[in-house]
């Protein structure tokens, strides 16, 4: 008979780390094929496939990267990589990524994550940073541009952050940028590209939620993370005014990374604070940080950075939270609201400086009859034609403009073949019925605006007995060189008249 | 009197969802099944009986008896020297057979006086019965300390010292929840000895002039809260109180911060409350009415490595291995061997240990080997932690030997309740490190 000793307790939970890091794989799994959904479904077989194909990579990479460190560190293969976890690593780092990404620089970005983020410093357990969040930033700064063209669309997140500067007070604007974003339900949905796990809140939320009462990760961190975002974004909609603001707030968590953040980053137990008032404290500061780096800051979005800024003042927090959690806990609740204040001044004194997006009102520029460039252009009636209703149509012949030189016209002023119209006028009032491009010889794609409808439409009814003034149909300096040849066409039909 | 529905119920729910503060507190399966239901089965030891001298943390003794006196069930064979006076009385009849030093339920070797019974199990009343309800509070406190009676919880401190020098009590908790899994005894002994313990109890609340009464029971126990209930019907100022079946609700500070919503320093007398076990309200009980100490104990011995779990009635000092033999034995060649329940009793590496008055249960376990992996500083351990202290901290104070650090974190504090391990996902040994940490501390102190 053998009596084992063993220091007290002799009873163990259920719930393992290897349970809670696949628990939480799954979470990951589950939001992710939400997304080679959404992109299988709106761009095709294709890109739902490269969604599948950087994941593969990234996790190829993680593994290798592991595999090399554990056979050079001389550990036992298959104990280190069970407990090493990379595969989370490379799950979540490829879900931060826009699917356009290029493999290599992912695969790149996935080793530094592994090796440098974590490996180097002590393995699983040691790492200082969140080593998905370590990764992201090396993308960030190394492969910006690195981008495949498997897809071509503006996400929400790039669209508010420079169209419209975090920050839109005008009416007219936010239902702009709704439709542009199709909507906030559609952004809760998911259902618009971005980075390929983090557009669906309403699927992160779900998933959020199954593993919060599975206790996978903690509640604390994504309720307040997402409360004071949530509230900061809030204080920055009413400090700037907006009288319907709700929406304001609501766009903040349902865009970017902000819910996936929130749900799978910040609640990494390796480098978050481990006492629950730490946590809070922790949640808190990212949600300023990512508030604030959003609205004032150069990047379009602020929860990579104010991850990996909380998680170096992670040591801090836990330092300032020892002791008796009972007795702490007055000191914490301090440091709360004091931070919590800091970061509401903080939010409103930003929101006062920034300047709300403003709708960029083009001027409108004319040509009127008394431009001196229409007299340097020269024009011809090449024949009248008596249509037998009351109207008359003239072809016009009258020079243009074009970058490239025509081989008719070799003056260096106006080089370019000339532009032919065809003009009907009402005879018995002298108005203009229609004008029409016949012929068009100036620049492609900036001189041919003139032919488009509504800028020929603004002829019609116009009478040739008085001054006129024309709208230039396009602001580009091209146009208004080629509005000036029709106006100098419709003017050598008005001198014929007489007038 | 009429059962109350706890106050602290929601309330209790509504601190497990606090911001600040984990549940400090988990439920822990109980197994209890496996005994609770079983009858007492009486067992007397067939030639030996090592009496342990030890009190709390007592070992100073003066022997009473020679080599070769003939003593009864009753007989005081020592007193202590210490400060903490309270006396041993032989559990069987028989002849003293000197003194041995042996392993201890304590893990630690303690001097035992051997008595060989004669098998007669004459008693003799150990001292005079007493009217509690004609004598006054020091004349109660005075008997409870000669009457030897200690703290049934599990320390075993004498409990005659939570009386002395009291004033302004406003509750007396009698601690019936027994929060240890697999354990029944207090249970067991509640039921069968309904009225000593409302002696007991009653007198205690003398002692204290507490207020009121209230009796601690977990919710999972209808019928025992129903029996209770019963039996304090007539009685004025004493409850039964239903607790969570949460781990530790059994130690003084949770049940206290449970029942009465507030925290204290060092002891409860701080913000008028004192916990006894319902155990050791029994011991007073038969003290005051009998005129006997604490020579026989009910005793749980569960687990899945015991073929036939029962609560057992020994005499004090009686050998485990007696005790298992008569359960039928152990399910394995290799088992853990646990002095007490299976979160804070200690394995004893053989069965020859004895059944010491602070007993109440062994617990004997199958081996299930866990593999650890690297302390993913999840904060479980702080959560849980029923002292409020902050474990995974204290193992890297522990792993940078910052004794600094380790007296912020109040080291001191833990009482070794097992939680921070049982909760740990990656299977650390997150409690022992805690007691390297005071181990280094006390080091340091001297």
């Known amino acids: ?499 | 009197m009429q059962f109350t529905k706890l106050k602290g119920g929601t309330k209790g729910k509504v601190n497990a969802m606090s911001l600040f503060k984990g549940p400090m507190h988990q439920h822990i399966p109980g197994h209890k099944d496996l005994t609770e239901t079983k009858e007492v089965r009486v067992l007397k030891p067939q030639q030996w009986v090592y009496i342990p001298l030890y009190a709390g943390h007592s070992t100073d003794f003066e022997i009473l008896v020679h080599e070769g006196e003939h003593v009864y069930a009753g007989t005081k064979i020592a007193v202590c020297n210490d400060r903490i006076v309270v006396p041993i009385y032989a559990s069987v009849s028989g002849t003293v057979r000197g003194v041995q030093k042996l392993m201890h339920a304590t893990l630690k070797t303690q001097d035992h006086l051997i008595i060989e019974s004669d098998g007669k199990y004459e008693m003799r009343q150990a001292f005079a019965p007493l009217d509690y309800q004609r004598a006054g509070k020091e004349e109660l406190v005075e008997f409870m300390m000669n009457a030897g009676i200690v703290g049934c919880g599990g320390a075993g401190f004498p409990a005659y010292m939570k009386y002395k020098n009291v004033k302004d009590i406003k509750k007396l908790i009698i601690n019936a929840v027994e929060c240890e899994p697999y354990i029944t005894a207090d249970y067991k002994m509640v039921q069968s000895n309904l009225d000593l313990m409302v002696t007991g109890v009653l007198a205690m609340k003398k002692m204290a002039q507490a207020q009121s009464c209230v009796i601690a029971i977990k919710k999972t126990h209808p019928e025992l809260i129903k029996q209770v209930q019963e039996a304090v019907a007539n009685i004025a100022d004493v409850t039964v109180v239903s607790v969570p079946d949460v781990y530790p609700m059994g130690w003084e500070r949770t049940l206290v911060r449970h029942l009465m919503q507030a925290d204290y320093k060092r002891l409860p007398s701080e913000i008028g409350a004192i916990v006894n076990n319902a155990t050791t309200a029994i011991a007073f009980g038969n003290a005051l009415i009998n005129g006997m100490p604490i020579i026989e104990k009910t005793v749980t011995v569960s687990g899945d490595g015991i073929k036939e779990p029962c609560n057992v009635r020994v005499p004090v000092g009686m050998q485990v291995k007696e005790i298992t033999e008569a359960c039928g034995g152990y399910t394995d060649e290799e088992v853990k061997l646990i002095a007490g329940g299976p979160m804070m009793g200690k394995t004893i590496v053989n069965d020859q240990f004895v059944v010491d008055r602070a007993s109440d249960a062994l617990t004997v376990l199958k081996i299930v080997p866990y593999k650890d992996v690297a302390c993913l500083r999840c904060g479980q351990c702080s959560d849980h932690c029923p002292a409020g202290l902050q474990p995974v901290r204290i193992a890297q104070s522990l792993n940078a030997k910052d004794k600094a650090m380790m007296e912020r974190l109040s080291v001191m504090d833990c009482i070794e309740c097992g939680l921070c391990t049982y909760v740990c996902p990656s299977r650390l040994d997150v409690t022992e490190n805690v007691r390297k940490a005071k181990r280094q501390m006390q080091l340091a102190k001297k």
């Open chain 1, 1 to 499: 008979m053998k009596f084992t000793f063993n220091p007290a307790p002799n009873l163990r939970q259920k719930q393992s780390t290897k349970r809670i890091m696949l628990e939480l794989m799954l979470g990951l799994l589950a939001v992710f094929a939400f997304s080679v959904y959404f992109y299988y479904d709106e761009y095709g077989t294709d890109v739902a496939l490269q969604c599948v194909l950087l994941m593969l990579i990234s996790l190829a990479v993680a593994l290798v990267t592991e595999t090399l460190w554990a056979l050079f560190t001389r550990q036992k293969l298959i104990p280190f990589l069970s407990g090493s976890f990379g595969w989370i690593t490379a799950i979540i780092l490829t879900m931060m990524c826009p699917v356009t990404i290029t493999p290599y620089a992912l695969g790149i970005a996935t080793f530094f994550s592994i090796f440098i983020g974590k490996l180097l410093f002590g393995g699983f357990g040691q790492n200082i940073f969140n080593p998905a969040a370590f990764g992201r930033a090396v993308i960030f700064a190394s492969f910006a541009g690195a981008t495949t063209d498997v897809i071509t669309a503006v996400t929400p997140t790039t669209l508010m952050a420079t169209e419209y500067n975090w920050l839109v007070v005008d009416p007219n604007m936010i239902s702009k940028l709704m439709t542009q974003v199709g909507g906030l339900d559609n952004l809760f949905v998911g259902f618009y590209p971005g980075a390929i796990g983090e557009t669906s809140a309403l699927m992160i939320m779900i998933v959020g939620v199954i593993l919060a009462l599975r206790k996978v990760i903690d509640w604390r961190i994504p309720v307040i993370y997402l409360c004071a975002v949530f509230v900061f974004a809030s204080v920055i909609a009413i400090t700037a005014g907006m009288s319907d603001w709700l929406w304001y707030p609501l766009f903040h968590l349902f865009s970017g990374g902000v819910m996936f953040g929130a749900v799978f980053m910040l609640t990494d137990p390796v480098t978050s604070p481990t006492s629950a008032q730490g946590k809070c404290i922790f949640a808190l500061g990212a949600a300023i940080l990512t508030v604030l780096i959003r609205v004032k800051g150069n990047y379009p979005e602020g929860v990579l950075y104010s991850i990996l800024i909380m998680n170096m003042l992670t040591p801090m927090i836990e330092k300032a939270t020892d002791g008796k959690q009972l007795v702490v806990r007055k000191k914490s609740a301090v440091i709360f609201a004091v931070i919590a204040a800091l970061g509401a001044g903080c939010v409103s004194l930003a929101a006062s400086v920034i300047e709300p997006a403003k709708e960029k009102v083009k001027e409108k520029v004319f040509v009127k009859l008394d431009d001196p460039y229409l007299s340097t252009l020269q024009a011809n009636i090449d024949s009248t034609v008596d249509n037998g209703d009351g109207t008359t149509t003239y072809i016009v012949t009258a020079q243009g403009f074009a970058a490239v030189e025509g081989p008719n016209m070799p003056n260096y002023d106006h080089p370019t073949d000339p532009n032919v119209y065809e003009i009907i006028v009402n005879r018995s009032d002298n108005t203009v019925k229609s004008v029409r491009v016949t012929k068009m010889s100036d620049t492609e794609y900036i001189g041919d605006k003139v032919e488009s409808p509504k800028f020929l439409s603004q002829f019609e009814g116009l009478s040739l007995a008085s001054e006129f003034e024309i709208e230039v149909n396009d602001a580009v300096t091209g146009a208004t060189y080629t509005t000036k040849s029709v106006v100098r066409a419709v003017l050598e039909v008005r001198n014929a008249l007489g007038f």
